[in-house]
């Protein structure tokens, strides 16, 4: 066995940990010596976005030890950071461990001297987000692993906004963590006292929020029976979705029973995510025989949502996260319009892979809309640098993920579930559905069509072949692909955009991040991205065409999809 590893076992071996752990490792010692190495061959790093692993012993995954070495970390940049009290939020989903490690993180803030709010049991991860705002606390952490496979937990940390951690914090608390360097350098306990549990006060004043978002609440209370199927996936979502329903008028929601008992083994799907057809299949099974207006999931910590609809054929299908998304800002740019309440200041931000469609709608309604890196806290740190000069109402990601509002700062399943609903509702009264307004606005736009797809590399090397390809593209950018001209290279790691063709350059006004953008001549885009969160490159594929008429739909997609298709196979993802 590599040296480094042997030390990292023998620290653990020799030190202040659990008897069973120390049996645990000596078991592996002997039986599964690979499975060991993997276990302590580095740490767990704490990201930009916090922890994120699979479960088990070891510094490279997530156990009590590495949660509260990073809780320590963090304890002790809040109170280099902050004079006076100090207070957090604490909140964990349905996973297995995720009350473990928030009640290890609550008493780790507490024994440092810091005020905890810690729920009493699982809750939505943006109700945390709207508890550090409400209780102007200093920052917090919720324990999930969001939409990841039922191995996983994770710790995200949040700041005084109410969002994630973003530079000059981020780094600053990595390099707090990695000072803590043993179990022995953490406060484990001591000050129970600092404990505060908050629970149903905390969910009302959240779902008021979430009701007054509401543009058109006559239109709900008018289409009160309108077919709504849920499934929260065995996730946190069903504390609060099913409520927030309710409380706009909504009153025949089905749940999806066998997916409704929050579960961390997630015994109905493989990957408790929305964005996959087979883990929405007993969701979509329901909606069609109820004959549904709309199907709506959750992912385990109810910050996504994916949405089912009936295309124009009677067919149920699940919309992708950029059609969601657009469908979602154009409500709120087109509703508030119309009840005459928009605002000459109003703006929304997207992120840099999102749907270019979005642009084009807030641009033809004389909306900003500003584009920003991967993640809401990006999203977030815009809203504050534009706070108090312009209006923020919606933001959202191709990764089922949108925020609205100006309440919270992390995306938000629970309200996006209530706007989408009234969405349906509103487009009900009128005798269509959300499947014909989206047409509708293919036909007034233009018909962007987005794809995606997802590249996994685990294990030691994995990191190494992702930075690999993404080199390699970067070195060699295609002058060509599908038989177009690429016109454009972005660069966000070198915040450098090149004219492939005259050779200009250009600053990307953003912070660094990996990602390389081409952009063809007929407006078609191309994004890779290596995952903050998983041992995985993405690569976001947009199109786009004219749709001249709505018979002409399928006949145009089936183009769109057969030239992402094209692009795919030259690229040789396929």
Not at 486 to 504: A, H, M, R, S, Y
Not at 514 to 522: A, I, K, T, Y
Request: a negative charge; glycine letters at 8%.
């Amino acid at each position: 066995m590599d040296n480094n590893i042997q030390w990292k076992v023998d620290k653990w071996l020799n030190g202040n940990y659990d008897e069973s752990v120390k049996s645990s490792i000596r078991e592996m010692q002997q039986h599964n010596p690979d499975e060991l190495a993997d276990a302590f061959y580095k740490n767990l790093e704490f990201g930009t976005g916090g922890l994120r692993g699979i479960m088990g012993i070891g510094t490279n995954r997530m156990n009590k030890y590495t949660v509260g070495m990073a809780t320590q970390g963090y304890a002790n940049y809040l109170k280099k950071s902050f004079d006076g009290e100090i207070s957090v939020a604490i909140g964990h989903d349905c996973r297995n461990n995720s009350r473990e490690f928030a009640e290890i993180t609550a008493n780790v803030f507490a024994a440092n001297g810091i005020n905890v709010f810690l729920f009493e049991s699982l809750r939505p991860t943006p109700e945390l987000s709207f508890t550090i705002r409400h209780l102007k606390c200093k920052g917090g952490v919720v324990c999930t692993a969001s939409h990841n496979p039922k191995e996983y937990n994770g710790y995200k940390a949040y700041w005084d906004d109410g969002a994630q951690l973003v530079p000059p914090h981020d780094k600053n608390v990595i390099a707090e963590v990695e000072k803590i360097e043993s179990v022995d350098d953490v406060k484990w306990s001591g000050g129970e006292k600092n404990i505060t549990i908050i629970g149903k006060e905390m969910d009302k004043l959240y779902l008021d929020m979430v009701q007054r978002l509401s543009i058109y609440p006559e239109k709900c209370k008018e289409q009160h029976d309108l077919k709504i199927v849920y499934t929260p996936i065995h996730g946190s979502g069903i504390m609060l979705v099913p409520d927030a329903l309710k409380q706009l008028g909504f009153d025949n929601v089905h749940i999806v029973k066998e997916q409704s008992v929050p579960d961390g083994n997630f015994p109905t799907v493989i990957y408790p995510n929305p964005e996959e057809t087979e883990t929405m299949s007993m969701g979509l099974k329901q909606a069609k025989e109820l004959d549904a207006d709309i199907l709506l999931g959750t992912d385990p910590d109810a910050d996504r949502v994916g949405i089912g609809v009936k295309n124009n054929k009677g067919e149920w299908i699940l919309m992708n996260g950029n059609q969601t998304a657009l469908l979602a800002f154009n409500y709120m740019i087109e509703a508030r319009k119309a009840k005459g309440v928009a605002l000459p200041n109003d703006m929304v931000i997207k992120t840099i892979v999102t749907t270019n469609m979005i642009d084009v709608i807030a641009r033809e309604n004389g909306v900003a809309c500003y584009n920003v890196l991967t993640g809401f806290k990006w999203i977030a740190s815009l809203i504050k640098l534009k706070e108090g000069k312009e209006n923020y109402i919606v933001g959202g990601e191709e990764s089922f993920g949108l925020m609205i509002g100006n309440e919270i700062r992390d995306k938000d399943s629970v309200s996006a579930c209530a706007i989408l609903c009234e969405m349906a509702a509103y487009e009900k009264s009128k005798g269509r559905s959300l499947f014909d307004k989206l047409i509708d606005l293919y036909i007034q736009y233009g018909f962007y069509k987005e794809s995606l797809v997802s590249i996994t590399k685990k294990g030691m090397n994995g990191a190494a072949e992702i930075s690999a390809m993404m080199e390699q593209f970067r070195n060699n950018p295609y002058k060509t692909l599908d038989g177009i001209r690429v016109k454009e290279l972005k660069d966000f790691q070198l915040q450098v955009g090149k004219n492939l063709i005259n050779g200009t350059e250009w600053i990307i006004d953003l912070p660094k991040s990996n990602v390389l953008q081409f952009v063809l001549e007929d407006d078609s885009v191309i994004s890779a991205r290596p995952s903050g969160t998983e041992p995985k490159i993405k690569f976001y594929f947009s199109v786009n065409t004219k749709l001249i008429e709505r018979d002409k739909f399928e006949e145009t997609e089936l183009q769109l999809d057969k030239k992402i298709s094209r692009i795919i196979k030259e690229m040789g993802l396929n």
